[in-house]
């Protein structure tokens, strides 16, 4: 009698068998949980039945390759050939994927982990511990979104210009290496942040929230660290062959990024989301220059937004910008400057 032998009996003999097109993507969801990230950030849902992967990507949308490269990617990320699965990777859909994972983390799982510690821990004003872990997870939890949206808003604008046929004077190597640092930072908050909890706060009537709390944090340390190495690797290999290609192939001029930035601020007199976390920085009481290493652009750069901020607002002094982000919950009380 023949029979199919389940995905996840195959991978007890083979932890590098690899996701086939062909395989029901319900078996590949039971193999590895962590699959269920992915199908989020490729915009997949729930509900395909007994479809194929090849099935529920094309459904969606979603370019089949590249979901499976991702996929084996995750699921053994050590024992990648680099090589081999550029050749597979559709670039737009992976910066879709990133852009996505990007916004997994951001909005959803680090705010999550939050209002879970809140509950966990004991925020009283005397307890200076909870406080000081509370206050170190909101550094690293800032560390990480103005890594990410560095990379929305400098990297993968540059890599779409490479898709459209166009370069500039920047290099992709260039542009990365302004927050080469930041994944290793980033790793590192995270791996301190979950030490301290463990050695140092009190074992106490909350323990079981909080090793929920530890097991969150373990988990994205975990997904984060594979999502920074993808970068690193298989997404940079990706857009250094574009750039070489397109380079090759003598491509039309482009922008810089902050001449880009420049010049793309709306005519209306609704700030743009840049123009507001420039009103941020001001409120926070920071310099041009200080604003200006915060965000990654230049100190010109900076000034030509507070010139176009007073110019929609009519408003020119620092207090005045401050009391407008207060009131439209720009910042809060505790966040400016005294």
Do not use: W
């Amino acid at each position: 009698m023949n029979f199919v032998v389940p995905l996840h009996q195959k991978n007890k003999d083979t932890m590098t068998e690899k996701y086939h097109e062909l395989d029901p993507m319900s078996d590949v969801i039971s193999d590895d949980y962590r699959m269920l990230q992915m199908l989020g950030r490729f915009g997949i849902t729930l509900g395909f039945g007994n479809q194929t992967v090849g099935e529920t990507c094309k459904a969606a949308g979603v370019d089949v390759t590249t979901f499976l490269t991702v996929v084996n990617y995750v699921k053994d990320a050590a024992h990648a050939h680099i090589n081999e699965m550029v050749e597979q990777i559709s670039l737009p859909c992976l910066i879709r994927y990133l852009k996505n994972s990007h916004s997994y983390f951001v909005d959803f799982r680090l705010p999550n982990i939050r209002r879970k510690l809140l509950e966990a821990i004991d925020c009283s004003s005397s307890n200076q511990i909870a406080m000081l872990i509370l206050k170190f997870y909101d550094e690293y939890a800032a560390e990480v979104a103005r890594h990410m949206k560095y990379e929305d808003s400098h990297v993968h604008p540059f890599v779409e210009n490479l898709l459209n046929g166009k370069v500039g004077a920047e290099t992709f190597d260039t542009v990365v290496r302004q927050h080469e640092d930041n994944h290793a930072s980033i790793e590192k908050s995270i791996a301190e942040l979950k030490n301290i909890i463990i050695k140092y706060y009190p074992n106490d009537n909350a323990a079981q929230l909080m090793g929920e709390v530890l097991m969150d944090i373990f988990m994205t340390e975990e997904d984060l660290l594979t999502h920074c190495h993808m970068e690193d690797t298989l997404f940079a290999e990706c857009v250094r062959r574009l750039e070489f290609q397109v380079r090759q192939n003598g491509g039309s001029e482009v922008e810089s990024s902050e001449e880009y930035e420049e010049k793309s601020t709306p005519a209306s007199n609704d700030l743009s989301e840049r123009e507001k976390d420039i009103v941020v920085q001001v409120a926070k009481g920071l310099s041009n220059k200080e604003i200006a290493d915060r965000l990654f652009i230049s100190v010109n750069t900076v000034m030509t937004h507070r010139r176009n901020i007073s110019r929609k607002l009519q408003i020119h002094s620092p207090a005045a910008l401050t009391i407008y982000a207060l009131v439209n919950g720009l910042v809060n009380l505790d966040e400016i400057a005294v």
